[in-house]
């Protein structure tokens, strides 16, 4: 095995030049799996359904991949910030031109197949890995040398022969600049403008802050990627060998087995040079493939936008919408990839070509960045509607109009006081049972108070029939709830605000003061449990009091709300509720709204002047913004680390 060739730095410039190289690496990456991802067969495209089942494994684990890559653009930003650099979103438009990266590393838009799979393990080979690329890709590769020498004042491009070589020598850099120049002169960027896994829940995010941190980040890259010593099998190489194994027994079992649509290599927007890409030119496919590209642009824009902004608020918007964009997306790149692409090239479908702006550069100041992406959301939810139809086409525009809603909330909602709506007294103390069935919600009017109760969201604590049995009666049939049973107003409020699911309200009717808000906004994280929110919480808007529990097993019937599920079977959900201490920084404020928002298959985010708490009581966090694990599934309890891609975890 032959020793790694140096990649030599020997100036910040230059270190900012390399690392640029390999944000383009990252992005270029992703890129390349998702467009294999969405090339994938359903068993509507013929598969038997045993074959169907493995290739929709095979696509979460290849979008899961994509994240991860995304994560890995993501901590490069970070070192770039940390070092004093702007992070780098561009690249060159696909197929990539020979010498632009090394000679081994062609990079190039295929769908998936043998050829493509073993590109994919070539590109994450860990050093000394004897494997040959793909079939298609070693035909197009050509031999040259980057390396200009040292003594250069002007950073030049370096040979690398796997990503892993390049992040070696990333770190090598990093540790002899800051030997040199001394760590403090050397991490002099502005910690603000990175984004933290508070932000987002890209697997391995996290915060550099000094040479320990930028080089965790590097070896985080390198152990998803290739693996540490080869042995991680969850990473992407890893990963990969067994999507192979697994194709060649399913060629095997069927020799005509095909996984992907006849998707084109490297398809464009516009007829130019052949580099052995195909002009999308058939109506349909181009004005999908139009939509498609518009898309990925803005979210590519917003990324860079949230990078920029040390605003918290418009940071975590222009975020949002960078990730959030991908459930608009994916449902169009796929359909594109159903139909026919060429006017004159036969039996061949289109796919989206990733092209890119000329410039990302963020606007100087977020406030009209908020109006410039608001704006550009909305034409692209008018646009989905020109270019798509049925059900797809009001889904891709009513998601594209919901993301633009919310910058243009951020820009002009004034901060308000949230106001909890008031039951409703005499709906149906006892009208709401009908062939003795309780109502959703029912109502208890008293003389002093009017309880309200929601079956749905109770986790059956008992404070209610331990702490003032007479007013709320176990084990009877019908009505059972008596408020003048209490003993007196003041003990029945104290034990409705004890309820930790919320599904026991109050008014009090005899003038005393109704429930507020807390002092401070509290998530308790519960041992083997669900997570206790305390807090003026809005719950996709609208407000559902101060009190809830919400699901972190991924197995309630109730999501997001906890209904005692992990509980249950014989695999009880098992979770720590002593999570390790974080960021305890204190807070300026402790109290306002909390922020409450389920991802479609994926976290609860939370915004929001945040304190986090062990089962006992221990504070382990301080926050603005968090995402929580709902799958049950995260290695990094209670937070999110990805996993729900991985597992499959299916949620409104």
């Known amino acids: ?107 190039e838009l295929h769908p998936f197949n043998k050829s493509t ?30 390396n200009m020498g040292a003594d250069k004042l002007m950073p030049n491009g370096q040979d690398y022969a796997t990503v892993g070589h390049l992040y070696r020598g990333i770190r090598q850099a990093l540790a002899d600049l800051s030997q040199r120049l001394g760590e403090n002169r050397l991490f002099i960027g502005d ?26 980040a590097c070896d985080t890259i390198v152990d998803q990627g290739e693996g540490a010593d080869g042995d991680n099998a969850r990473s992407h190489y890893n990963r990969f060998l067994a999507m192979c194994d697994a194709y060649h027994q399913m060629e095997a079992a069927d020799p005509a087995f095909t996984p992907s649509r006849p998707v084109a290599d490297n398809p464009v927007m516009r007829r130019g040079p052949d580099r052995g890409n195909l002009w999308v030119d058939a109506p349909e496919a181009a004005a999908v493939m139009d939509l498609a590209n518009a898309i990925y642009n803005v979210m590519l824009r917003a990324l860079s936008q949230g990078f920029a902004d040390n605003d918290p608020v418009r940071k975590r918007a222009f975020i949002d919408v960078s990730i959030d964009g991908m459930y608009a997306l994916t449902p169009v790149a796929e359909q594109l990839t159903r139909l026919k692409a060429s006017t004159t090239v036969p039996d061949v479908t289109a796919g989206m070509s990733f092209a890119t702006l000329r410039d990302v550069t963020p606007l100087p100041d977020g406030k009209p960045a908020l109006a410039f992406i608001a704006e550009r959301l909305e034409e692209l939810s008018e646009g989905a509607r020109k270019a798509l139809t049925g059900e797809l086409a009001n889904g891709t ?54 309880i309200e109760f929601e079956a749905k969201r109770c986790i059956h604590a008992r404070f209610c029939v331990l702490q003032q049995p007479g ?72 407000p559902i009091g101060y009190r809830a529990t919400l699901c972190r097993c991924g197995r309630s019937k109730n999501k997001p709300f906890c209904d005692q599920t992990h509980k249950e079977g014989d695999d ?50 301080k926050a603005q913004a968090l995402q929580l694990c709902r799958c049950g599934h995260s290695g990094n309890k209670p937070y999110c680390d990805g996993s729900h891609a991985r597992v499959g975890f299916v949620s409104e």
């Open 1 to 107: 095995m032959s020793a790694e060739t140096p990649i030599r730095v020997s100036t910040r410039e230059e270190l900012i030049f390399l690392l640029a190289e390999a944000a383009e690496i990252e992005h270029n990456l992703m890129c390349c799996y998702l467009f294999a991802a969405f090339s994938l067969k359903t068993e509507a495209d013929g598969l038997s359904p045993e074959q169907a089942k493995v290739v929709a494994a095979w696509r979460r684990d290849i979008i899961s991949i994509a994240v991860e890559e995304m994560g890995h653009l993501a901590l490069v930003a970070n070192i770039t910030i940390a070092i004093g650099g702007s992070p780098h979103f561009g690249r060159p438009n696909f197929p990539i031109a020979a010498g632009y990266h090394p000679s081994g590393v062609v990079v």
């Open 117 to 146: 799979l073993d590109h994919f393990i070539y590109l994450e080979r860990p050093e000394g890995d004897t494997r040959p690329d793909g079939a298609a890709f070693t035909r197009k590769a050509e031999t040259y040398d980057r």
């Open 191 to 216: 910690m603000s403008l990175q984004v933290g896994p508070d932000m987002t829940p890209l697997p391995g995010l996290k915060i550099v802050k000094c040479l320990k941190t930028a080089l965790a």
């Open 397 to 450: 525009s009513n998601r594209l109009a919901t993301l633009a809603k919310k910058l243009r909330g951020i820009q002009t909602a004034p901060v308000k006081e949230t106001v909890m709506a008031e039951p409703q007294a005499g709906k149906a103390e006892t009208k709401g049972y009908e062939n003795g069935q309780a109502p959703s919600i029912e109502y208890a009017e008293g003389k002093d108070v009017i």
């Open 471 to 542: 007013v709320f009666k176990a084990n009877v049939v019908g009505p059972w709830i008596a408020p003048d049973d209490a003993d007196c107003a003041d003990n029945l409020v104290t034990t409705a605000q004890n309820c930790p699911s919320g599904a026991i309200q109050y008014k009090r009717k005899d003038g005393r003061p109704q429930e507020l808000p807390p002092l401070v906004n509290l998530i308790q994280v519960r041992e083997n449990g669900p997570n206790g929110f305390r807090g003026a919480l809005i719950l996709d808007g609208q």
């Open 572 to 621: 009880p959900f098992i979770a720590t509720g002593e999570p390790e201490t974080g960021d305890v920084t204190a807070l300026a404020v402790r109290n306002g709204e909390v922020q409450i928002n389920p991802q479609k298959n994926g976290p609860l985010r939370i915004s929001g002047n945040l304190e986090v708490l062990s089962g006992t009581g221990r504070t382990i966090r």
